[in-house]
């Protein structure tokens, strides 16, 4: 198996692949770990873990650490030190992932491949050497880069997207985040909480559109708490740098601008299929430059698979490319496996507070036609989140009715608060499962936990709750 692309999708493809029994190379131009280790998910949640210890320290008084600050004193923040901080743990993560491939003999080239008729990869490698190999199959997974807009054309200092932004050695006094979605909102969350002034611009009329409304609202309420101001609705044009290069005037709306020192560009991600495929491979590219590929992760061309960011109509999350990875090798050895459900995978957004989700949301469900029974807690009740003093949030179970008005097959799990990201995984596996409250209500949760909120709100569906009418 020749696997095109050593990010999440393509590093687990060639380790399930090595797992069982087969003979693996990967073509990666960069590193193995790709986006999501070394310019995306795992440095990203490192500068939001800056931001929480931050938040821990300028609240130690109220838990009788140390000593009472003054009025509008701040703890002070060494961004480089982050920045080291998270240059180590990426380090440590690639060099075990490094090691694990090199255990299980997979073959690294490191270069550019390009995938010709008859299962051949020309790679061209970084240093001017060409090579070809030959696979009996041959993955797709070259991965996705940061979109851009017109009008802001990246320069590294004055305009970033995701990558330029995670090599900061200093934090900005102001910043405009183009984007209000997953990316967007966790990176205007690092910015504020450190003390940026942060304005989010969202062509959409919400910030977090494809969350549940509900769940967006209490984002939407903490960060107008935080001083995040947002502009939903609210399209960009350009912006035009002051001759000092230390500020840009953003134009947006109707002929307004605002001054900021950067602006982050974050509008979601395209494939990177320039230069993957030759003429005659007969995989099918779809108009906005993705692969197409069917359930089993097969292209039009037989033996050719894809996985992860590089496909079409999927989710570009690191845990769903994994999981094509294990698809794609089990149909390709003959074994009995299944697509994988897009429309109950888990989300996990990191900003605070947290959202996570999985299954429908209650204007998708009421969209297909189901008649539904929801069901909302919110964190001021839990004990452990008021121990924290982390209040903000709340857990809704969308179900479906049942014929005589009870609450059904679990269809979703939404929630928004403290380390909801660590407590989806009993809702995902609700949803999954389609598990009805009446079965999950007889699991205990711990007390006092974070979790006991999803199982308050599973007991309260089945018409006789604790805590929740």
Known sequence: MVVVGGGPGGYATALYGAAAGL?????????????????????????????????????ASEFGVGDVPADGERPSVRF??????????????????????????????????TLHPGHLVRIAGVDGSMAEITGRNVVLAAGSLPRTIPGFDVDGEVVMTSDEVLD?????????????????????????????EVTVFETLPTILSGCDPDVAAVVGRS??????????????????????????????????????????????RRPRTEGLLAEGTGVVVDDRGFVVADGLMRTAADGVWAVGDVVAGTPQLAHVAFAEAIVAVKAML??????????????????????????LTEEAAVAAGIDVVTKKD??????????????????????????????????????????????????????????????????????????????ETVLALTGRGLHVA
């Not at 605070?352 to 999985?358: I, L």
């Not at 982390?390 to 979703?412: F, H, N, Q, Y």
């Open 23 to 59: 003979s693996v190379a990967v073509v990666e131009l960069d590193k193995v770990g790709g986006t999501c280790l070394h310019r995306g998910c795992v440095p990203a949640k490192e500068f939001l873990e800056t931001a929480a210890v931050f938040r821990t320290v300028a609240r």
């Open 80 to 113: 480089g030190v982050s920045q080291a901080r998270k240059g180590q743990v990426v380090d440590q993560l690639f060099k075990g992932l490094s090691g694990l491939m090199k255990g299980r003999g997979i073959t690294v080239y490191n270069g550019t491949g």
């Open 168 to 196: 900061l050695e200093a934090l900005p006094a102001s910043v405009a985040v183009i984007g209000g979605g997953a990316i967007g909102c966790e990176f205007a969350s690092v910015f504020a909480d450190l003390g940026s």
């Open 223 to 268: 960060f107008r708490k935080r001083g995040i101001s947002v502009k939903a609705g609210t399209p960009v044009h350009g912006h035009k740098p002051d001759p000092s290069r230390k500020v840009t005037a953003v134009s947006y709306g109707d002929d307004e601008t605002l001054e900021v020192e950067a602006v982050v560009v974050s509008v979601g």
């Open 334 to 359: 003959g074994e009995p496996v299944l697509p994988v459900d897009y429309t109950r995978v888990p989300w996990a957004i990191y900003c605070h507070p947290e959202v996570a989700f999985a299954g």
């Open 378 to 455: 919110p964190f001021g009740g839990n004990s452990r989140a008021r121990i924290l003093g982390e209040t903000e949030g709340l857990v809704k179970v969308v179900t479906e009715r049942r014929p005589d008005g009870s609450a059904g097959r679990i269809l979703g799990v939404h929630m928004a608060g403290p380390w909801v990201t660590e407590q989806l995984g009993a809702g995902y596996l609700a949803v999954n499962w389609e598990a009805t409250p009446d079965e999950v209500a007889q699991f205990i949760q711990p007390h006092p936990s974070l979790s006991e909120t999803f199982g």
